[in-house]
């Protein structure tokens, strides 16, 4: 889905949950069989996350525990780890925004295995594995992927021609290295969990 970052006003939480109601009632009216989850991608200031968490201020994946968050992508792994400490201390699951895309995981990937290894969970961007954003990123994800490192994918979508919503282009690329329930994880089971706010299971072993 189209990625969204939250404000910081006190009032984006309530304003997101009013606009998600007005456009399921529109939906409704004119009768589309779509169903709308409020949600945004919260950009994680190392320096006034748990303010905000306190100050319930962040809006979470469909009302769930998980909470779709990036970060500079220069920032030190050191303050990234600790950050994400930070939101699953206060109760929340962190899903962690195109990690490929991290300086500090391009050049140390044990950074993304400790955060599966604490139960985070890691959203790989389709551009990332398509090659669009660049060969550190490709080969990150690529490395992620081939050893199970992440949970879902995401469009990341930024608009209807270069970065879109489907994944039928993303097929080639998986295929040949993720086991098809693991595909499935990816692209519709977590997801599915995630708006359910259920446990995700551990992706399975990759098959030769």
């Given at each position: 889905m189209p990625s969204?970052?939250?404000?910081?006003?006190?009032?984006?939480?309530?304003?997101?949950?009013?606009?998600t109601?007005?456009?399921?009632?529109?939906?409704?009216q004119e009768n589309i069989p779509l169903r709308l989850y409020s949600g945004a991608e919260v950009f994680a200031d190392p320096s006034n996350i748990r303010t905000l968490i306190?100050?319930?201020?962040?809006?979470t994946l469909g009302g769930s525990r998980y909470l779709l968050v990036e970060?500079?992508?220069g920032?030190?792994?050191?303050?990234?780890?600790?950050?994400?400490?930070?939101i699953a201390q206060r109760g929340l699951v962190p899903v962690?925004?195109?990690?490929e895309r991290y300086d500090a995981v391009?050049?140390?990937?044990?950074?993304?295995?400790?955060?599966?290894?604490?139960?985070?969970?890691?959203q790989l961007n389709k551009g990332s594995l398509l090659g669009l954003l660049g060969s550190r990123a490709e080969d990150t994800a690529l490395h992620l992927l081939s050893h199970g490192l992440a949970h879902l994918i995401a469009s990341d979508a930024h608009d209807d021609r270069f970065r879109t919503t489907g994944f039928r282009s993303l097929l080639p690329v998986l295929e040949p290295i993720c086991h098809p329930d693991y595909i499935a994880l990816l692209l519709h089971g977590n997801?599915?969990?995630?708006?359910?706010?259920?446990?995700i299971p551990i992706p399975p072993l990759q098959s030769d």
């Open positions: 969204r970052r939250t404000a910081t006003c006190p009032a984006s939480a309530a304003i997101t949950a009013a606009q109601t007005a456009g399921s009632e529109l939906l409704t306190e100050q319930h201020e962040l809006i970060f500079d992508f920032l030190p792994g050191s303050v990234l780890l600790r950050t994400l400490e930070a962690v925004a195109h990690p391009q050049r140390d990937p044990g950074l993304a295995a400790w955060c599966f290894s604490r139960g985070m969970l890691l997801p599915r969990r995630i708006l359910r706010d259920e446990p």
